[in-house]
């Protein structure tokens, strides 16, 4: 069972309270009567489910209810970093950055 | 007396606590403490089960967790049997009853042991290879032979008796083994204030203290120096000793399962004892000192009652006070044996040859040898057994060649070396990494928060293992917040080093030799397998492992792994790195299902929501169904009623009088905030903006792709606040829907969601007299059709309690739902069934609910729907707002297989024959002669029984239906075919005048 | 009108007992209960109109302000949740109707009920079922936080060192008292 930090609670809490709500930075488009099929079809179907570096929802559900972002290896299965929601993707740099911080 | 082959003055346990217990129905004596393999071989059996695939009488092999053979079944009662208990580990217990495993009709004599006989059809692979074909002969004939000739122990045919327990627990250091360097690292952790949990699977801490004679830690025998320890440990606050408990799981972020096993061997353990405990413990560090296991050695029919591990028969011996035999034979590859077999010797044992494979043995043993008068070979090997049901003699022979010599043993101990115990660190998933330097897999890269300490960590020498262990505890301690602590003093000397040895097969096993060398007992896999697998063309030892099943018995391949692996090494011609190593997976030794399901067994195995009325539908006789985690009330039947004429009748009167409903279970969320209105703009294909406070609208709710996610009655109760009902199967996730999109799409909206469900009890009054029975319960609200008019909600108050009353209907008569504050939903609804009951209503339950909703063409989202129906399909077009700019959905509803032509439609059905009633699920089809497979044109959704119309009544989902109204369509069954009519879905008061009263 | 019989209520966990020599778990009394949600703006209002300070760390509550109001709590949910609990049976919404700024408040009475696990193994036998470190340390006197008992979703409440609140919406109370009861059995809480 991972622990993990929720970005309102501030603290790490056990897997448990949590669930998984799919791939992160998904945003529906503000007009989405007009877009084109396949724009729609980008948008609700096709994932990119990476080897390695994942963005990800979670959402707090048992704990403060609140949805929010993971950054996740899904090689190692280790969570990165979480955000809340809304903030934008964090860059490879902040990525690395925090992995050697894990890494210590 | 408890034994023959008890050694008066040896071992620790009291001759005067004697326990007598059974084994195969014979009794015998034993004593406190030990193990039932112990006691079995302080009376001489040896002789414990039989191998699982080619039925071989097997003894001992080791005398702990490790062990693969001595398997058994214990008994307390008729519902507590547990198959496949190591004898190694369980404690004996008065009164105990054990029972051997996988032998018919007999221990002694076996038919399974054709086996043997048969094995050279039995090779690595036998069963992949031939009971491939003819497909259909493995339910009536493979497997059940199969499955009858071999297998474990027998599992219980009654419900568990015992009871479980659980704990999460959180500490700063976990210390898994309560050997010399658990025990130091404990201690060392605990000094700094850390909180600290110390487990071992065995009855005591001590680990190789146990048999290792003539270790001292600070001038006294290491086993009371780490009993003594152990208890300074338990004594100190800030310390949790764990006996008896097995770390079986490490888990990500240092979660470690341990189960510890509370009442196995007590004779009467107290009734309110739970047998295991599970702990889910999470740890900032954890410490890894889970010492080695020894390693047999690999040669022709080593496998026989008698011949064990060294150190099991030390342990025998120097713990227990058993000898395992008379006359022992020892057979090495390493120095440990030579400790056992001068124990042996000293305690009066006859130790007939050390045989040792090595040219040189370590310094100073020779002499040792020759001054205890004990013979020893070097450079020779034991490349035979005899005996039947016990080693009777070994065959001894030069490395270099000669001829071989038989020595007549009953006992034979052995010793190929010592394999660190890397399971945990490996589930960790750590990687392993090979010293080429002492030929062993050691930790490598750490992948969690943790340290090895001691013989897992390849630390061979005693005061280097302790000092590595100190050195480790306190670090532990102080990362993890503990205050600066001076090392415990803590010298140790005594204890050899046992690096070195040999893996792979021995003398006479190699790779020209046909003979049964067996790597892995559990599994009867033998080294000429392992070399088969790798000539059948498997080139990983993830394949060898797979084809031969080595290491994938109950343990785990603890004994066997290495000797697997260097085996098909040699056959690759190949470096044993280089051919990897396979994984260890949880457990590190088998679990109970009991300490898994734990509490969650019986009525905790799920909740079972009750609905503030359950207690009057009870004793008013209703009989319930579940609807997810809720009890709901099905029908009322009355005396002599079955299930159809107690939902006929309730279907008749709710639409002649009137009915009371129990819908508490809806889900209910309150929308408020100034944004409310907006919000359900976006998340309801309908319009919110113009309803009124104090009137309803039904509403759809899709998801993104344009299917019908749920629907539900909402009404408005003030500008800002709206009561929105959800399908009761549907309250979590809409809620969760909804969340999700104004927490991360919508979040500038000023509103809010609150799970409402369990607030309200929901009192449905449906039919003609439902405004006269509530009326006189009802203050503050104008009841008359006017006033209150169908889709119209009210706040006031019913019996004095605050309501809020919606005139709604799911039956198409008119009708209210009550909702309640849910403390005071059964004494209104007593007060409305007070009222009810003398005109002659009546209490319906879901049933009746389902065939009066089906009567009127109203769908149930999920059963109707099965997410891939849109509001058109079901005829609910209405329901969408045209003017709306967005709405979840809005854009999937204009994908271009949603607007095709032929969509499946919700229609109504109408059996040919009135009483036929169609099953739900059934096939509808346009001709019913065409070949088959046929066209399946859709499929029927809802079908009952109509009591009202006088006939059967359905819904179905069929392609272009609604165009196909009149058209006569066939439903195919096993028996025959029924011919059915496409209608509209309203099957009764078509006008829906009824619902204005 | 008048020949109305005032209905009385039923209480979901009436007449439930169990208890050992180390903790007693018993039904805790009825209470108003408000469902809480705001933007900041609203914060300070409704901390006046509640005559408690709605607390804004996670994992906090906080007392009532008032002499008439100390029985009342107010739970840190989320960051913009609380769920105010007052055992005098105040009207709550009527309290914080008419407070400033951007709020939701919706009367959540009867939707839970609550669980009083008090004695020396209070926090052992809470610790069966929840996954959350809930020594003094991780999880102080007057700590709350919304969590997992088994298999239901509670909010817990530490009221005092060995007493702790536990709080779940009223179908699932047999169940998660049940639960309690059930790992009270072991000896080792
Ligand atoms: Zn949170």
Known sequence: ??????????????????????????????????????????????RSNPKGIAFERWRHVHGCGRFFNAVRDTVSDKIIMTYEAGKPRPSDEEIQARLKELAL | MSGANRIAGAGRLTPAKTVRFTFDGDIYTGLEGDTLASALIANGVHLMGRSFKYHRPRGVLGAGSEEPNALMGIERDKARKQPNVRATVQEVFEGMTAVSQNRWPSLGFDVGAVNDLLSPFFAAGFYYKTFMWPKAAWQKLYEPVIRAAAGLGVSPDEADTDHYTSRYIHCDVLVIGGGVSGLSAALAAA??????????????????????????????????????????????????????????????????????????????????????????????????????????????????????????????????????????????????????????????????AIVDCRDHPGEGLLERAADLNIEVLTDHSVINTSGARRISAMTVKRNRGG????????????????????????????????????????????????????????????????????AAGLAAGKATGGKRAAKPKLAGSGAGNWSGGMAGSAAGAGPDTTVKAFVDFQNDVTAKDIRLAVREGMHSIEHVKRFTTNGMASDQGKTSNIHGLAIAAEALGRDMPEVGLTTF????????????????????????????????????????????????????????????????????????????????????????????????????????????????????????????????????????????????????RVLNHMEDYLQTEFPELDVWLTSTSEQWAVIAVQGPKAREIIAPLVEGIDLSN??????????????????????????????????????????????????????GACAYGTETMHVLRAEKGFIIVGQDTDGTV?????????????????????????????????????????????????????????????????????????????????????????????????????????????????????FFDEKGERVNG | ????????????????????????????????????????????????????????????????????????????????????????????????QGAGGTFSAVDVSNRNTAIIVSGPAAEAVISAGCPQDLSLKAFAVGACARTL????????????????????????????????????????V
């Open chain 2, 870 to 986: 849109t509001p058109q399909d079901a005829g609910l077009s209405w329901a969408i707002a045209k003017s709306k700019p967005d709405f979840v959905g809005i854009r999937g509803l204009m994908r271009p297989d949603l607007v095709a032509e032929g969509r499946k439609q919700l229609v109504g059905l109408k059996t040919k024959d009135p009483k036929t009633v169609l099953e739900e699920g059934a096939q509808i089809v346009a001709d019913p002669n065409q070949p088959v497979p046929m066209k399946m044109l859709g499929h029927v959704t809802s079908s009952y029984w109509s009591e009202n119309c006088g006939q059967s009544i359905a819904m179905a989902l069929i392609a272009d239906g609604r165009a196909r109204a009149g058209e006569t369509l066939y439903v195919p069954m096993p028996d025959r075919t029924i011919e059915v009519e496409v209608t509209g879905t309203v």
């Open chain 2, 403 to 470: 001829a071989g010599r038989s020595i007549a043993v009953d006992a034979l101990i052995m010793s190929a070396g010592w394999t660190p115990s890397v399971h945990m660190f490996s589930q960790s998933r750590g990687k392993v990494a090979w010293d080429a330097d002492t030929q062993r897999y050691l930790p490598g890269e750490y992948a969690q928060d943790c340290t090895s300490v001691g013989a897992c960590n390849g630390t061979d020498d005693l005061q280097a293992t302790i000092d590595e262990a100190v």
């Open chain 2, 585 to 732: 997976r949880p457990p590190y030794t088998p679990v109970t299902f009991g300490s898994i399901v734990n509490h969650g067994r019986g009525k905790l195995f799920d909740p079972a929501r009750k609905t503030p009325m359950h207690g009057w539908e009870e004793e008013h006789g209703a009989v319930f169904e579940d609807v997810g985690q809720w009890k709901r009330a099905w029908y009322y039947p009355r005396a002599g009623e079955d299930m159809h004429a107690a939902v006929n009748r309730e279907c008749r009167t709710v639409r002649a009088v009137a009915g009371l409903f129990d819908a508490s279970t809806l889900g209910k969320i309150e929308v408020v905030g100034p944004d409310a209105a907006k919000f359900l703009d976006l998340m309801y294909t309908n319009g919110w903006q113009k309803l009124k406070p104090g009137r309803c609208k039904y509403g759809i709710m899709l998801r993104e792709d344009g299917f019908i996610y749920d629907d539900g009655v909402v009404a408005r109760i003030a500008e800002d606040r709206f009561h929105v009902t959800t399908t009761t199967g549907g309250a979590p």
């Open chain 2, 191 to 352: 000094r700094t204030g850390a909180s600290v949990i110390i487990c071992d699977e065995q009855a005591h801490a001590g680990g190789a203290f146990a048999y290792e004679a003539g270790v001292t830690m600070n001038g006294e025998p290491g086993f009371d120096w780490a009993v003594a320890a152990a208890n300074e440990l338990a004594a100190m606050d800030n310390v949790r000793v764990l006996t008896r408990t097995t770390a079986f799981g490490y888990y990500a972020q240092n979660f470690v399962g341990l189960a510890e096993r509370v009442t196995d061997h007590l004779a009467d353990p107290e009734p309110q004892q739970p047998r295991e405990r599970l702990w889910q413990v999470r740890a900032k560090k954890v410490i890894l000192a889970t010492g080695a296991i020894e390693r047999h050695m690999v040669f022709a029919n080593n496998d026989r009652p008698g011949i064990m591990l060294s150190s099991a028969a030390r342990k025998f011996l120097n713990h227990y006070g058993v000898a395992v035999g008379t006359k022992v034979g020892v057979y090495t590859a390493n120095d440990s044996a030579y400790e056992t077999a001068f124990d042996l010797k000293r305690a009066g044992v006859s130790v007939e």
């Open chain 2, 786 to 839: 006017e006033a209150m008019p169908h889709m119209s909600a009210r706040e006031g108050k019913i019996c004095g309690v605050p309501t809020r009353l919606f005139r709604v209907s799911f039956t198409g008569e008119a009708g209210f739902e009550v909702n309640v504050p849910a403390d005071y939903g059964r004494a209104v609804w007593e007060a409305i069934w007070a009222r009810a009951e003398p005109l």
């Open chain 3, 1 to 96: 009108m008048a020949d109305i019989q005032a209905a009385s209520p039923q209480y979901p966990l009436d007449g439930m007992v169990a208890g050992s020599a180390l903790v007693q778990i018993t039904p805790a009394a009825p209470a108003s209960r408000l469902a809480l949600r705001a933007r900041p703006d609203a914060i300070a209002p409704l901390s006046k109109a509640l005559a408690v300070k709605l607390p804004q760390e996670p994992k906090t509550s906080a007392q009532g302000t008032a002499a008439k109001t100390k029985g009342r709590r107010a739970l840190w949910l989320g960051p913009d949740e609380w769920l105010v609990i007052d055992e005098s049976g105040a009207d709550l919404m009527a309290a914080c």
């Open chain 3, 149 to 188: 008992l088994g298999k239901t979703e509670v909010v817990l409440l530490r009221e005092e060192a060995d007493v702790f609140r536990v709080e779940c919406w009223r179908s699932f109370s047999a169940y998660a008292f049940a639960f309690l009861a059930e790992a009270l059995r072991d000896p080792m």
């Open chain 1, 1 to 46: 069972m991972l622990l993990i930090y929720c970005p309102y609670c501030k603290e790490e809490r056990p897997e448990i309270e949590f669930r998984h709500a799919g791939e992160a930075h998904i945003a529906r488009p503000t007009d989405i009567k007009a877009i084109s099929d396949e724009d729609f079809e980008g948008f609700f179907f096709i």
